[in-house]
């Protein structure tokens, strides 16, 4: 092993709305910085914004925590709606090219698992869930002290197992995945359907504060929707934990509500839920801490 945390990682995390970037000396993010994602379609847009969040001097280590399924350095959108980019582009060939170094690309939201593992809310258990309920849900999992990347890449995206079977359609092709139930976007969209007027996921929030009970009823279905999904993985991998992190993850009352609902289930499917730790910036850390312990993907 190199010395690799005495040097400084370049981070980057490509959101659907923003690009944000670091630079990351062991656990420490300095020269934090960001822009708004190029929803062009080319990721060679997404590379030039990347180019120019870049440290004016040479770079060494790049990390780069990605939206969408990463197999081999290349990216593919799972859901193009929150990403639009061509399928499979070389996104680590690309950035090498671009910054001198080859990069570590990893899934967004398996990089942030990561640090919740190490370093947040996962600390101390070896089967771990982290999930974020944001504009799409994400999720990484850790089994056996290890996190899962799986063959193709595709290991976590657990917001495209299904909740409804006659639910509406995901952008990933299949119908009523729990993206569609219980993402921010589809609290915004199945709360202004309900409600007949455009709200986003934190007027829906508001409203539910308030005592609207149709509000309510919109964010008590992503409740049972993401809780039947914990359910379905623990069946499947017998997690310890699950962390929820993400704008809606961390609402006033969500994680509480997880826990409630989560009491009404047959208690073999019962598990821990905690609130993430690592905080809007973990899967930058994540990512340069998969980075420092020389992970590599197959
Ligand atoms: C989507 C999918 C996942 C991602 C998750 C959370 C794409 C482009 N993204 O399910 O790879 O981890 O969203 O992403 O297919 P976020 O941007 O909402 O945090
Ligand atoms: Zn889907």
């Not at 997690?239 to 509500?257: M, N, P, Q, R, S």
């Not at 997880?258 to 009491?263: A, D, F, G, I």
């Not at 420092?292 to 993907?297: E, P």
Request: hydrophobic share 45%; proline share 4%.
């Amino acid at each position: 092993m190199t010395a690799a945390s005495d040097r400084a990682v370049f981070a980057v995390d490509i959101g659907g709305t923003k690009i944000a970037a670091a630079e990351v000396h062991g656990r420490h993010l300095l020269d934090r910085r960001q822009t708004a994602t190029p929803r062009t379609g080319r990721g060679d847009d997404l590379v030039a914004a990347i180019a120019g969040l870049a440290p004016k001097h040479a770079v060494s280590a790049v990390a780069v925590a990605t939206t969408g399924i990463v197999r081999d350095g290349a990216l593919t959108a799972l859901n193009p709606r929150t990403l639009p980019i061509e399928n499979g582009y070389p996104l680590a060939k690309a950035l090498e090219t671009a910054l001198g170094v080859p990069p570590l690309v990893v899934n967004d939201a398996q990089a942030a698992a990561w640090a919740e593992f190490t370093v947040g809310a996962g600390r101390g258990y070896r089967n771990f869930a982290f999930f974020t309920v944001s504009t799409g849900i994400g999720c990484g999992l850790v089994i056996d002290g290890r996190l899962q990347v799986g063959a193709t890449g595709l290991a976590g995206h657990v917001g495209h197992t299904m909740s409804d079977p006659g639910g509406v359609i995901c952008g990933c092709g299949r119908h009523g995945c729990l993206e569609t139930i219980a993402s921010g976007t589809a609290l915004a969209r199945r709360g202004s359907e309900r409600l007949g007027r455009k709200v986003g996921a934190p007027d829906l929030f508001a409203a539910a504060r308030q005592g609207d009970r149709i509000a309510a009823e919109v964010i008590a279905s992503a409740v049972d929707a993401l809780v039947n999904g914990f359910a379905d993985l623990t069946a499947a991998v017998d997690i310890d934990c699950f962390a929820v992190g993400g704008g809606v993850g961390l609402a006033e009352g969500f994680i509480e509500a997880l826990k409630v609902r989560s009491l009404q289930l047959p208690a073999v499917f019962q598990r821990p839920i905690v609130a993430a730790k690592a905080g809007a910036d973990a899967g930058l850390l994540g990512v340069a801490l998969l980075f420092d312990g020389n992970f590599h993907l197959k």
